[in-house]
């Protein structure tokens, strides 16, 4: 189903890869994913065009309870240290040209562009947009944090971006309490790898249109 679904969507998809302002495009991923790191079973996306594996033994929270804003679906450890959030971007018509016009960067740029009219100057980005490939799927992505002078303890944040052709998602990796050392950041993101690398739905790269 998922299949289908996207080859009906595939000249939407291709065209968004190749953008004229279109960042170089890594075939490796930032992080690499943990191996045995997921659940056996998916979630998936509201209207059905998404599926992933969650993290082996995270918890899933029931968001009806707590409504946010274009959230759809919500994990976490058990500790509650860290969260895997999956939301849709509003794909309003100037967004979708901005689409057109930057490529997959332009996803990661609204992303945080709306992060940061929630909290004005109070978040700044620690490692910028990168678009990358996994699994033959493309990406863009990028890392954030909480503006604050304790460097060691502020909360390190991870933002993976996508599309299925007809509508666009980020998948966020978001630290709830500050980090118990310099490492555990970086460990919950290749986490998030893992969950990216699983994903079902997501356009993917043409070696006849798009080259690394």
């Known amino acids: 189903m998922l299949k289908r679904y996207f080859l009906l969507l595939l000249p939407i998809a291709i065209f968004i890869g190749c953008g004229p302002a279109q960042k170089t495009i890594s075939p490796t991923a930032p992080y690499a994913p943990i191996p045995g790191a997921l659940d056996e079973n998916y979630f998936h996306s509201p209207s059905g065009d998404l599926a992933a594996h969650y993290p082996k033994d995270w918890l899933h929270v029931d968001i009806q309870t707590i409504p946010m804003a274009n959230v759809e679906e919500v994990y976490t450890d058990h500790e509650r240290r860290w969260a895997l959030v999956l939301s849709e971007i509003p794909g309003t018509a100037e967004f979708r040209r901005s689409v057109e016009r930057d490529g997959m960067t332009a996803l990661a740029d609204q992303s945080f562009s709306d992060r940061s009219a929630k909290a004005p100057g109070k978040l700044?980005?620690?490692?910028?947009?990168?678009?990358?490939?996994?699994?033959?799927?493309?990406?863009?992505?990028?890392?954030?944090?909480?503006?604050?002078?304790?460097?060691l303890h502020r909360k390190e944040n991870r933002i993976v971006l996508f599309t299925t052709g007809a509508k666009f998602y980020e998948l966020g990796m978001l630290e709830l309490d500050v980090p118990r050392s310099p490492d555990e950041p970086a460990q919950n993101f290749r986490i998030l790898e893992s969950v990216t690398a699983s994903l079902e739905g997501v356009a993917e790269v043409r070696a006849d249109t798009t080259s690394f």
Not at 132 to 147: H, I, R
């Open 124 to 151: 700044a980005i620690t490692r910028p947009a990168e678009v990358y490939t996994e699994n033959g799927k493309l990406f863009a992505s990028y890392e954030y944090t909480e503006v604050t002078p304790d460097s």
